[in-house]
């Protein structure tokens, strides 16, 4: 069976050893201790099975404008030998629920439509609204809130951790 919940102290090694074995660098990894230790890892959810950490999602605060607040969806990552089987859909699921509970009235994910669509994003730049790494239709998001998107804002940015992302 597989549970989500919020992370816990000492969740933090096997975090960074699910999200570094996703990705080709531990650049991923790092930026969620980064974000973590900055005070903006807003929402911070795992997927365990059997006891044991196969899967993470990160929301961290994007700003657009002067001082409008959503959520951005970074990174996301699933053990290999769990995927294909819902665990990347339900913490985006559930991440989106615990967004809303914090307050977030919109979230942002830059990644494949075909994947995020199911959960509610949509291309961004059909609402106004861009990303700082030219994504295009990647860049997606989604309403939490009705009425909540800010259309038409324009740059949406990222926290400044992400600078240590090499994208
Ligand atoms: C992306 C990821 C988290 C999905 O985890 P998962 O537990 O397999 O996800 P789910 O089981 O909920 O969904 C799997 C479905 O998504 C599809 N999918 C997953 N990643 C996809 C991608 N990049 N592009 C298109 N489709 C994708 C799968 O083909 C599958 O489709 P189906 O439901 O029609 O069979 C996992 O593959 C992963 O950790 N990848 C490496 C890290 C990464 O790319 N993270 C996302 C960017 S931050």
Redesign the pocket.
Known sequence: MTIIRPERPGDEPAIRA??AA??PTEA?ARLVDLLREAGRLSVSLV?EVDGEVV?H?AFSPVTVGPGVIGAG????????A???????????GEGLAACCTAGFGWAV????P??YA?FGFRPAPGVGLADEYGGGDAFQVAELVPGALPVGAGLVRYAPEFASLDV
């Open positions: 699910v999200v996703a990705f991923e997927a899967g999602v969806l970074a990174p996301l990552a699933v053990r290999s769990n995927r294909g089987r819902g665990v990347g859909g339900m913490l985006i994910v830059l990644g494949e075909r994947y199911r």
